[in-house]
Nanobody, 124 residues
Framework: QVQLVQSGGGSVQAGGPPRLSCTVSRPPSNTYGVGWFRQAPGKELEFVVH????????YYADAVKSRFTISRDNAGNTVYLQMNSLTPDDTAVYYC?????????????????WGQGTQVTVSS
């Protein structure tokens, strides 16, 4: 069974830059990619970014485009989320997920397994 373990995050001053990690253990053969979502207090789960497992193609939400960068360590099955130019609006619990369904990358229902979540708090 696929497992995702997250690390990184914490409290940061505006500007950052923290880096989140998501290590994927035993990815199934039908893993299409890994995505990051976030949930701010009182808000719904929000898509952040996705990386395709086989070719590295990326998809970013407009809110983070040009500020966040997703990358993958192919050797270790670890996906990184580098966050720059952070603002208090980026404060949320960040989750990585393994996408094993051919649904939209921005739909949580396309993901079968999730990491434990990592709190990122940005103060002004």
């Amino acid at each position: 069974q696929v497992q995702l373990v997250q690390s990184g995050g914490g409290s940061v001053q505006a500007g950052g830059p923290p880096r989140l990690s998501c290590t994927v253990s035993r990815p199934p053969s039908n893993t299409y990619g890994v995505g990051w979502f976030r949930q701010a207090p009182g808000k719904e789960l929000e898509f952040v970014v996705h990386i395709m497992w086989n070719n590295g193609i990326t998809y970013y939400a407009d809110a983070v485009k040009s500020r966040f960068t997703i990358s993958r360590d192919n050797a270790g099955n670890t996906v990184y989320l580098q966050m720059n130019s952070l603002t208090p609006d980026d404060t949320a619990v960040y989750y990585c997920g393994a996408r094993t369904h051919m649904g939209a990358v921005f739909e949580p229902g396309s993901y079968d397994a999730w990491g434990q979540g990592t709190q990122v708090t940005v103060s002004s």
